[in-house]
């Protein structure tokens, strides 16, 4: 006897992310979060183009467009000695999913914070009867067997047992779940000492003539400004060297010290109205767990992966981990898949991870050049300007964010390979290679508007007119088969085009919006083969 189907530890944008999917695929799930509630520090700011498509099929990106703040402010990293003094450049982002006039996906990149996000996600899992959060309640004890976990809670009422056929692990950098397996972090642990600060302040003297997505200072402090939303709310991050300050010398006053210092000499007065709300230390590191499953208990989020924030890769990798775990859930659950579907989670998602804490490492790095050739004291305006130029893909990855893909797991290779690009973190190439995420093609079918608004809770299976659609694939619950030109126009034939498949080819899509196979010339019972052989992988 369960009391659920999978237990998540954590309710954060991984966890809340998780239960939402799996509320959607008709899961149940509980969810225990140690936390009383929405924490409402920002944290997290960026959300990708890819996760902003996964938010507009669970029905909140209207909401989370309305948190975020206008697009003008993702178009740029603005770089300066002081918010008030000399500016040493600017690097234009190329964030946005338009490309030479082409739109590229029906969701933008945006700029909000994780408690609206949290607030946001929480309103949607309200209506969810299948989903329960359980807010105040620690996870204590974690055991399993070959049927299921049992977890060991306790809460306001005290401490009880709980059951799930799974668990879930997104409670967060010191994840408890991963420390109760023994599995370790490989990685850097600490490159960087770092001190949040909210605060409320005008600062549009210095930055509404130059709306900018980050405000990096270098002198007296090295300090990244980063605007929260529009009515003055602010999140200053200091680096601090720890050989000379301690976090705990951080109160709100010395926080204030340090920004009006970054500010520059204007808001060294008390003439700048300015508020320190709270300050939250932490060490940058850039980390994956040695494995993201164990039996039945899985890592998604900051508990499999801690990222350096200079990308804000963090919070969309554990979305995306989520939305690659979910529906394997289901498929097994359902008993459409066997348990080794469950394997392909960590193939997948774990060279993802690290991938992504190369880059947001990398960009770090690129920030750091910048700042040590200001300090020299000797560097030439000309000479900034350079380093400036050479740190461009931080800021620009398009590629990066759409062009993500597998090349081992729930899938069957075609024998091509990925469209050349001049620089795969930087440009997108569309394509629907199996491993890639399904291109964006404009559509007008059943209310969908994207090709993107097919791949939700089902296999969906693309196939030229000329295809047999075949009563083996068409009449399986976990595949939806549509043909161009019968079941959905393709009168121009971009679709059948973007996804290399012409009139005798197929493709075949997975819930989360990635290829698993295709064919320029399939049978049915190919298509059937397929299917089955990935399912039962």
């Avoid at 206008?70 to 234009?92: K, M, N, S």
């Avoid at 994956?288 to 990308?311: K, Y």
């Avoid at 790095?365 to 400036?388: H, N, Y």
């Avoid at 469209?419 to 995420?437: E, K, Q, S």
């Amino acid at each position: 006897m369960t009391d659920a189907t999978v237990l998540i530890a954590g309710a954060g944008p991984a966890g809340l992310s998780m239960a939402i999917l799996l509320g959607r695929l008709g899961l149940d799930a509980i969810v225990v979060e140690r936390r009383g509630g929405v924490n409402p520090h920002p944290r997290a700011r960026s959300v990708n183009v890819r996760t902003a498509e996964i938010m507009r099929q669970w029905g909140v990106l209207d909401e989370i467009e309305a948190a975020s703040l206008p697009l003008p402010w993702t178009e740029q990293f603005v770089y300066c000695e002081t918010l008030a003094g000399t500016e040493i450049g600017r690097v234009t982002t190329g964030v946005q999913p338009v490309v030479d006039g082409v739109e590229l996906s029906p969701a933008p990149w945006l700029l909000t914070s994780q408690d609206r996000i949290e607030e946001v996600l929480l309103r949607r899992l309200a209506g969810m009867r299948e989903v329960q959060i359980c807010w105040d309640t620690e996870l204590v004890e974690v055991t399993q067997d070959s049927d299921g976990v049992a977890a060991e809670v306790r809460g306001p009422s005290g401490t009880r047992q709980l059951r799930a056929r799974w668990l879930v692990g997104a409670d967060g950098a010191g994840s408890r779940v991963r420390q109760s397996l023994g599995i370790e972090m490989d990685g850097i642990a600490s490159f960087g000492t770092m001190i949040n600060c909210q605060f409320y302040a005008d600062l549009g003297p210095w930055t509404d003539h130059r709306p900018s997505a980050l405000y990096w200072t270098t002198k007296p402090a090295r300090n990244v400004f980063q605007k929260i939303d529009t009515n003055d709310r602010w999140l200053c991050q200091i680096n601090y060297d720890p050989a000379t300050h301690r976090p705990e010398d951080f109160t709100t006053d010395v926080a204030e010290q340090w920004i009006r210092r970054s500010i520059g000499d204007e808001a060294l007065s008390d003439g700048l109205d300015l508020r320190v709300t709270d300050v939250i230390p932490w060490v940058m590191s850039s980390t994956v767990a040695e494995r993201f499953r164990d039996g039945r208990v899985f890592l998604i989020g900051d508990a499999a992966h801690q990222l350096p924030p200079t990308g804000g890769f963090g919070m969309n990798t554990a979305v995306q981990d989520a939305h690659n775990l979910a529906w394997k859930f289901a498929a097994v659950a359902d008993g459409h898949a066997g348990e080794r579907l469950l394997d392909t989670y960590e193939a997948e998602r774990a060279p993802i991870a690290q991938y992504d804490a190369d880059r947001s490492r990398e960009n770090s790095r690129s920030v750091g050049r910048i700042r040590r050739l200001v300090e020299s004291g000797t560097a030439t305006i000309d000479e900034k300007r350079v380093a400036l130029a050479s740190s461009e893909r931080y800021g620009n990855w398009l590629g990066m964010d759409l062009g993500l893909h597998y090349e081992d797991g729930c899938l069957i290779g075609d024998g091509t390979t990925p469209p050349p690009v001049d620089d795969p973190v930087t440009d997108y190439a569309p394509t629907a290679r199996p491993g890639h995420r399904a291109p964006h093609v404009p559509i007008d079918f059943d209310g969908a508007t994207s090709t993107l608004d097919l791949f939700d809770t089902q296999f969906v299976l693309i196939c030229g007119a000329d295809v047999d659609r075949g009563d083996g694939v068409a009449a399986h619950p976990m595949i939806r088969v549509l043909r161009l030109g019968i079941d959905l126009d393709d009168p121009g034939g971009d679709l059948a085009a973007a996804y290399g498949i012409g009139q005798a080819g197929a493709v075949l899509v997975r819930p989360d919006g990635h290829v698993a196979w295709r064919d320029p010339n399939p049978t049915t019972a190919a298509a059937v083969a397929a299917f089955d052989s990935l399912l039962m992988c």
